[in-house]
């Protein structure tokens, strides 16, 4: 079955850059939506980013428009997420999910698969 392997979460100072990489298991389908979501302790699941089909076309929440990208590397099966100028607010469990379509979402409850998330801590 799918699955979905996060890494490259850890502690950094504010101001400071991650790159998230979430590695596929299965062939990469161009044409699905991959996102990235958070979730900080005692909230809900958030929309971060999502990059539908190759790249081609990118949404992020307003919070971190600016400062995050997402992209898609379709050769080697991964989705990417690179983090700059980190604010203590961006401190969550980042998480990788498939969409079983093409179109846009920005609810946990479009997407099918999911990873194990991957820890991000901004602090001084």
């Known amino acids: 079955q799918v699955q979905l392997v996060e890494s490259g979460g850890g502690l950094v100072q504010p101001g400071g850059s991650l790159k998230l990489s979430c590695s596929l298991s299965?062939?990469?389908?161009?044409?699905?939506?991959m996102a990235w979501f958070r979730q900080a302790a005692g909230k809900e699941r958030e929309f971060v980013a999502a990059a539908i089909r190759t790249s081609s076309t990118t949404r992020y929440r307003d919070s971190v428009k600016g400062r995050f990208t997402i992209s898609r590397n379709n050769a080697k099966n991964t989705v990417y997420l690179q983090m700059d100028n980190l604010k203590p607010e961006d401190t969550a469990v980042y998480y990788c999910?498939?969409?079983?379509?093409?179109?846009?979402?920005?609810?946990?409850?479009?997407?099918?698969?999911w990873g194990q998330g991957t820890q991000v801590t901004v602090s001084s």
């Open positions: 299965e062939g990469f389908i161009n044409h699905f939506t």
């Open positions: 999910g498939l969409r079983v379509a093409g179109t846009v979402s920005t609810v946990p409850e479009g997407y099918k698969y």
